[in-house]
């Protein structure tokens, strides 16, 4: 006799092949940059799809939510969006692929390569939004940073671990400088985010300032100007991220982001997007608190000997040192590099303000006659400045001031230290020892 099977157990055989339901919702109002969507409990980061009449889906997140309606943004730019458009959620967290693999590769703020070299293979991956490291567990800064320009190596020290900041006007020349400092750097792995700048810049700033040699251990992190706010604030965690990472695997880390203040300005554009009103100049109050909660991921790890050194670049707009960006990064960042375009005008490149800059831990990894050769510069420097509008017109008669009289004889000299040639590397030995023979010249 043949045994028929039991129905129940057919059924519980059969429940794996039932379709898992899933939640989706709806979008209904598409305003600006902001997507409004209904139907869907998700909280803020959160990535979701979201329905396109021309691409398919459109990857978005979540960034607030008013009552029942979820505030989404599309990451990348997204048109043919309509009313009804289904929205379904992406339950899993989104990785960042991380490794030795990305080293000479260019990626946008999700990872994904745009140098048209590959996919990229990487073995570990990575939460792009992390806690940051508790400040008591930082190793301290005590050693320099070798960043091969003679100008910041002898007289605006940077250590290991530190944040500083390259404030500038636009065509200063800040992307030359950042071009040398990403090539001569004594760093293991070098981070260039270029956040916000135009298009044609990225591949500039690859071919000819990070060149071959750079390149090799740089990952450069890229998100132009044409990006959507979300993906140029991304693409600045990522940058982030990907410093501390290979700081917290043992490497000595440099972190070059351009610019801070286009992070700014698309923290800006969210926030507006959500009805978040204006404060200083345009900028909501969310901007202000976003800014040291980035800059603060930077910085020595808990192992000693793996630091994570940062330069970011901040744009003066109007060559405005007042600006409120300008204002709020001089105030959170380790120091600043003021680059002048009166100098720049002049031809003196770097076109380096000695006087208007300061590195506040040079004190932490210099000797003290260090410290003094660069103070003494600094004051040659300002009595030279005193007569500098009265020399030309006659104004100035030597024999008044022994000091005065050295300043004028030895600007030259100044002058002709903190210039070099954007293809020249001078280590920090070098620019120490020339720092002193400068003086000893002159005495």
Same mark, same amino acid.
């Given at each position: 006799?043949?045994?028929?099977?039991?129905?129940?157990?057919?059924?519980?055989?059969?429940?794996?092949?039932?379709?898992?339901?899933?939640?989706?919702?709806?979008?209904?109002?598409?305003?600006?940059?902001?997507?409004?969507?209904?139907?869907?409990?998700?909280?803020?980061?959160?990535?979701?799809?979201?329905?396109?009449?021309?691409?398919?889906?459109?990857?978005?997140?979540?960034?607030?939510?008013?009552?029942?309606?979820? /505030?989404?943004?599309?990451?990348?730019?997204?048109?043919?969006?309509?009313?009804?458009?289904?929205?379904?959620?992406?339950?899993?967290?989104?990785?960042?692929?991380?490794?030795?693999?990305?080293?000479?590769?260019?990626?946008?703020?999700?990872?994904?390569?745009?140098?048209?070299?590959?996919?990229?293979?990487?073995?570990?991956?990575?939460?792009?939004?992390?806690?940051?490291?508790?400040?008591?567990?930082?190793?301290?800064?005590?050693?320099?940073?070798?960043?091969?320009?003679?100008?910041?190596?002898?007289?605006?020290?940077?250590?290991?671990?530190?944040?500083?900041?390259?404030?500038?006007?636009?065509?200063?020349?800040?992307?030359?400088?950042?071009?040398?400092?990403?090539?001569?750097?004594?760093?293991?792995?070098?981070?260039?985010?270029?956040?916000?700048?135009?298009?044609?810049?990225?591949?500039? %700033?690859?071919?000819?300032?990070?060149?071959?040699?750079?390149?090799?251990?740089?990952?450069?992190?890229?998100?132009?100007?044409?990006?959507?706010?979300?993906?140029?604030?991304? =693409?600045?965690?990522? /940058?982030?991220?990907?410093?501390?990472?290979?700081?917290?695997?043992?490497?000595?880390?440099?972190?070059?982001?351009?610019?801070?203040?286009?992070?700014?300005?698309?923290?800006?554009?969210?926030?507006?997007?959500?009805?978040?009103?204006?404060?200083?100049?345009?900028?909501?109050?969310?901007? %202000?608190?976003?800014?040291?909660?980035?800059?603060?991921?930077?910085?020595?790890?808990?192992?000693?000997?793996?630091?994570?050194?940062?330069?970011?670049?901040?744009?003066?707009?109007?060559?405005?040192?007042?600006?409120?960006?300008?204002? =709020?990064?001089?105030?959170?960042?380790?120091?600043?590099?003021?680059?002048?375009?009166?100098?720049?005008?002049?031809?003196?490149?770097?076109?380096?303000?000695?006087?208007?800059?300061?590195?506040?831990?040079?004190?932490?990894?210099?000797?003290?006659?260090?410290?003094?050769?660069?103070?003494?510069?600094?004051?040659?420097?300002?009595?030279?400045?005193?007569?500098?509008?009265?020399?030309?017109?006659?104004?100035?008669?030597?024999?008044?001031?022994?000091?005065?009289?050295?300043?004028?004889?030895?600007?030259?000299?100044?002058?002709?230290?903190?210039?070099?040639?954007?293809?020249?590397?001078?280590?920090?030995?070098?620019?120490?020892?020339?720092? =002193?023979?400068? %003086?000893?010249?002159?005495?």
């Amino acid at each position: 006799m043949v045994s028929q099977s039991n129905p129940i157990d057919n059924a519980l055989r059969a429940i794996n092949d039932i379709p898992v339901a899933k939640l989706y919702g709806r979008l209904t109002r598409v305003s600006g940059l902001l997507l409004e969507a209904v139907g869907l409990n998700l909280r803020i980061g959160q990535r979701c799809l979201v329905d396109n009449a021309e691409l398919g889906m459109v990857e978005a997140e979540v960034v607030g939510f008013k009552e029942s309606t979820l /505030c989404l943004m599309p990451i990348d730019q997204a048109s043919g969006l309509y009313a009804g458009a289904k929205v379904i959620p992406i339950e899993q967290n989104s990785k960042i692929p991380v490794g030795n693999a990305l080293l000479g590769r260019v990626i946008d703020g999700l990872g994904r390569p745009i140098d048209g070299k590959g996919e990229i293979n990487c073995e570990h991956f990575i939460e792009l939004h992390q806690p940051a490291i508790n400040p008591m567990l930082r190793q301290a800064i005590s050693e320099p940073l070798d960043v091969g320009v003679r100008a910041i190596n002898g007289l605006l020290t940077l250590g290991q671990g530190q944040r500083m900041g390259l404030f500038a006007g636009s065509g200063v020349g800040k992307s030359v400088l950042l071009g040398m400092m990403t090539k001569q750097t004594k760093a293991d792995i070098v981070i260039v985010g270029l956040i916000g700048e135009r298009g044609r810049e990225v591949k500039e %700033f690859i071919d000819h300032n990070l060149g071959q040699a750079g390149s090799q251990k740089a990952i450069v992190v890229a998100a132009p100007a044409d990006s959507s706010p979300l993906m140029r604030k991304n =693409a600045a965690l990522l /940058c982030h991220r990907l410093a501390e990472y290979f700081r917290d695997q043992g490497q000595n880390v440099l972190l070059l982001m351009d610019s801070l203040t286009r992070y700014a300005q698309a923290q800006r554009e969210i926030a507006l997007a959500l009805g978040e009103p204006p404060a200083t100049k345009g900028y909501p109050p969310s901007v %202000f608190s976003l800014l040291p909660q980035l800059v603060e991921r930077a910085g020595n790890g808990q192992n000693p000997g793996n630091g994570m050194s940062a330069i970011y670049t901040v744009l003066t707009e109007g060559d405005d040192h007042m600006d409120p960006i300008a204002d =709020a990064a001089r105030a959170i960042l380790d120091g600043h590099i003021v680059l002048s375009r009166e100098l720049a005008e002049a031809g003196q490149f770097p076109a380096i303000d000695i006087a208007a800059s300061a590195s506040r831990t040079m004190p932490l990894c210099c000797q003290p006659e260090h410290i003094d050769l660069v103070n003494y510069f600094r004051r040659l420097l300002g009595k030279y400045r005193q007569v500098q509008e009265l020399i030309p017109l006659g104004g100035y008669q030597a024999g008044n001031d022994p000091e005065l009289d050295l300043a004028v004889q030895q600007y030259p000299l100044l002058e002709q230290y903190v210039s070099q040639k954007m293809d020249q590397a001078v280590d920090a030995q070098q620019s120490l020892s020339e720092l =002193a023979r400068l %003086f000893n010249q002159g005495a």
